[in-house]
């Protein structure tokens, strides 16, 4: 990834629109910015969500509340909790996520 002609700034996340996905189960709500090819979003699940669809983007995600559950398409299962990350490239591992208890995630794609 290579980061050029953004400026120093401050996001406020509380400033930015909530914007609502509904799920399989459950709703997510995304606070979202986009920096050129750069998206970088605060993610929030609510309990009992789970995705719609398998994931061939990118991502490194933070869980900064909460629990999130992904699957990779081989079976695997993975945990995060609060302060625990994971990184995958596109097209590298398709993946979703669903939590039981809820989440909030900081994500960079």
Request: aromatic share 10%.
């Amino acid at each position: 990834m290579e980061m050029k002609d953004i400026p120093f700034g401050i996001t406020d996340w509380e400033k930015i629109e909530r914007v609502e996905h509904k799920g399989e189960q459950g709703t997510s709500f995304w606070r979202t910015r986009e920096f050129g090819n750069i998206r970088v979003r605060i993610v929030e699940y609510s309990a009992g969500y789970v995705a719609d669809h398998w994931c061939s983007k990118g991502h490194i995600l933070l869980c900064l509340e909460g629990e999130l559950n992904t699957e990779t398409k081989d079976g695997r299962r993975h945990i995060l909790k609060p302060g625990m990350s994971y990184q995958v490239a596109d097209d590298d591992m398709p993946h979703r996520s669903f939590t039981k208890i809820g989440a909030k995630l900081f994500i960079v794609d």
